[in-house]
């Protein structure tokens, strides 16, 4: 199953010509046009799924969680270390509406309470009352 009008799913079929990391019959993996450090690799189902709880069969996951490894390894990242995110729905800022899971790393990263989350941010401190 795939959506026409999904950019991923084109880089999937090979449409869209992209630097391709890693494919086997269920996923591929290519690096991220925009990356956000040295290392940034996206890996996708090739069927889509608009998200990670789109009805997302458990062999799915297996398929793209397997190819973590691989594109690691494939990267230079398992010793030094990496981050996976997965931005699911508008308020994470999923910017194309297919699963895909970001691998990140080739560099210090600041731990996710060590940044600065803006006006969305919200702190413990803001929902209990202090008590000396």
């Given at each position: 199953?795939?959506?026409?009008n ?74 030094r ?52």
């Open positions: 199953m795939h959506d026409p999904c950019m991923f799913c084109k880089i999937a079929q090979h449409e869209i010509p992209t630097k391709v990391v890693y494919e086997d019959e269920h996923v591929i993996a290519f690096d991220d046009i925009e990356p956000l450090m040295p290392v940034h690799t996206l890996i996708i189902p090739k069927d889509h799924y608009a998200n990670i709880v789109d009805d997302v069969s458990p062999e799915v996951y297996v398929n793209v969680f397997s190819a973590v490894g691989k594109v690691v390894d494939i990267k230079g990242l398992r010793e270390g990496f981050r996976i995110l997965i931005n699911t729905g508008d308020d994470a800022s999923q910017s194309v509406k297919h699963f895909h899971v970001h691998i990140l790393g080739g560099g210090h990263m600041p731990r996710p309470n060590d940044q600065d989350w803006g006006d969305a941010a919200t702190n413990a401190d803001k929902f209990y009352d202090k008590k000396d």
